[in-house]
């Protein structure tokens, strides 16, 4: 077997012995794509135990510029994250798999990893392929709105994720607010649609935003929770995935992103508490962002460059909507 992984092969035997025991012995070391910021490998051992490895490897994010210029509280990269995340979410009785063990030590190789369950199954979006939706595919979102419902009902009066030492200033929404200023700005220079309306686009943005209230009260997000976040093993329980990014923020800022991520299943999620004038604020921030992001994606060389044109297609035509319905809000 040849060496495929950001550790060399006789090295991961031997954390993987360390860790586990002699009698685990690596049989085959695959990578798993799709992600745009940590490299994810599946370990499958001679004695049919498999666990997945997790490399938190900046000089592979795609999105390292902007990640190095993140403040504290606004991170969603790092192993750091990922373990307290973990540790929460589990405590509070939210499932995500297991953490074996994490090496943050950077002794032998320049970044760290670990070693976490690997579930027997597939994402979410595989099960919701056919409509009408069976009875399982319903029991099965009616799970996972449960405990989307379980970690919003988290609250705090502060925001922010769970390392940071500051005490959160001013308002959340400002965060976005900010950020999607700098969005547009990037998205006008590359998007014929977006530089014919960033002044448009950008009214659209200050007139969201002056319909918000102050608030001081906070649930648990996942952060970027969509149905390729979500794991669910052969018994139909679903676990999250990608927690990195898992704060103290606007649910609002969650719902809105499952709307348009589920589409006709967000029916599952509903919560009829949301304020409706943040919802309508995030989901403009999502489309923006989400068309910026894709040509971040695109620029970079991102593998999967169909995927990258698509997220610019589909949700710059949607932020563009808002211009034409200004009046209605």
Same mark, same amino acid.
């Given at each position: ?53 997790? $490399?938190?490897?900046?000089? !592979?994010?795609?999105? &390292?510029? =902007? ?6 509280? #606004?991170?969603? @990269? ?119 309306? $960033?002044?448009?686009?950008? !009214?659209?943005?200050? &007139?969201? =935003? ?6 001081? #009260?906070?649930? @648990? ?109």
């Amino acid at each position: 077997m040849n060496d495929n992984s950001h550790i060399r092969l006789v090295d991961l035997q031997n954390y993987v012995s360390i860790v586990f025991g002699s009698e685990y012995k690596i049989k085959e070391v695959s990578k798993l794509y799709g992600g745009a910021q940590k490299t994810v490998y599946k370990i499958d051992c001679s004695n049919h135990f498999s666990c997945i490895l997790y $490399v938190w490897d900046i000089s !592979e994010n795609y999105f &390292k510029e =902007e990640k190095a210029n993140e403040h504290d509280n #606004e991170r969603s @990269f790092g192993s750091d994250l990922f373990q307290i995340n973990n540790q929460y979410l589990r405590k509070q009785g939210i499932t995500t798999p297991i953490l074996y063990h994490m090496n943050d030590k950077k002794d032998e190789y320049p970044f760290d990893f670990a070693f976490v369950e690997y579930i027997e199954g597939e994402k979410l979006e595989s099960y919701l392929t056919n409509t009408p939706l069976d009875h399982s595919q319903e029991d099965l979102l009616s799970r996972v709105g449960a405990m989307i419902q379980k970690m919003h009902s988290i609250k705090r009066d502060t925001y922010g994720n769970l390392l940071s030492n500051e005490t959160s200033k001013g308002h959340c929404h400002q965060i976005q607010f900010n950020n999607a200023k700098d969005q547009l700005l990037y998205a006008s220079q590359y998007l014929d649609s977006y530089k014919n309306n $960033v002044a448009k686009l950008n !009214e659209v943005l200050h &007139k969201l =935003e002056s319909l918000l209230v102050p608030r001081d #009260e906070y649930g @648990f997000v996942h952060w970027e929770l969509g149905p390729d976040h979500v794991l669910v093993n052969e018994r139909m329980e679903p676990y999250l995935i990608d927690i990195e990014g898992a704060k103290f923020f606007d649910i609002e800022y969650e719902h809105s992103f499952l709307e348009f991520r589920f589409d006709e299943q967000y029916n599952y999620f509903k919560n009829n508490s949301l304020d409706q004038n943040r919802m309508r604020f995030y989901r403009f921030y999502h489309h923006i962002a989400l068309t910026t992001g894709g040509l971040k994606l695109l620029h970079r060389g991102f593998p999967n460059q169909k995927f990258a044109k698509s997220l610019i297609d589909y949700h710059s035509k949607l932020a563009l909507q808002y211009v034409e319905h200004q009046s209605s809000f």
